[in-house]
C-alpha cells in the first residue's frame, strides 16, 4: 500500500507561483510513474504532469512552459513547481503513483489564483 500525501496549495495572485509537493510512503516515485492532476469544480479530472521510472515527462498542453515535474529519490517525494499562475488554473491538485496494475492517489491540494 502507498500513501500520497500533498501540500504547498494556497491561494496566490495572477503571475505567482506555488511549488506543490507530494511525498510517499510505502513505495519508491524513482520505481513509479507519477503524476500529477488536477480537478476544477464541474469538470472532470486531467493530467498536469507525469514522470516515468525513466525521467520522461509529459505535460499538459495549457502548463507546458509554466510547469515543471521533478522529484527528489532522498526525501520519496515528487513536486510540482508552478509558474506565471493564471485563474483557469485554480483547482484540486492530486499526485498519482502507477506501478504495474496497482494506481494510489493523495487526497489533493487546493490551489487557488485570484485575478
Known amino acids: 500500500q502507498v500513501s500520497l500525501l500533498e501540500s504547498g496549495g494556497g491561494l496566490v495572485q495572477t503571475g505567482g507561483s506555488l511549488r506543490l509537493s507530494c511525498a510517499a510512503t510505502?513505495?519508491?516515485?524513482?520505481?513509479?510513474?507519477m503524476g500529477w492532476y488536477r480537478q476544477a469544480p464541474g469538470k472532470q479530472r486531467v493530467l498536469v504532469a507525469q514522470?516515468?521510472?525513466?525521467?520522461?515527462?509529459t505535460y499538459g498542453d495549457s502548463v507546458k512552459g509554466r510547469f515543471t515535474i521533478s522529484r527528489d529519490k532522498g526525501e520519496n517525494t515528487v513536486y510540482l513547481e508552478m509558474n506565471d499562475l493564471k485563474p483557469e488554473d485554480t483547482a484540486v491538485y492530486s499526485c498519482?503513483?502507477?506501478?504495474?496494475?496497482?494506481?494510489?492517489w493523495g487526497p489533493g491540494t487546493q490551489v487557488t489564483v485570484s485575478s
Open positions: 510505502g513505495g519508491a516515485v524513482t520505481v513509479a510513474t
Open positions: 498519482n503513483y502507477v506501478f504495474g496494475l496497482y494506481s494510489f
Open positions: 514522470m516515468t521510472r525513466d525521467s520522461i515527462t
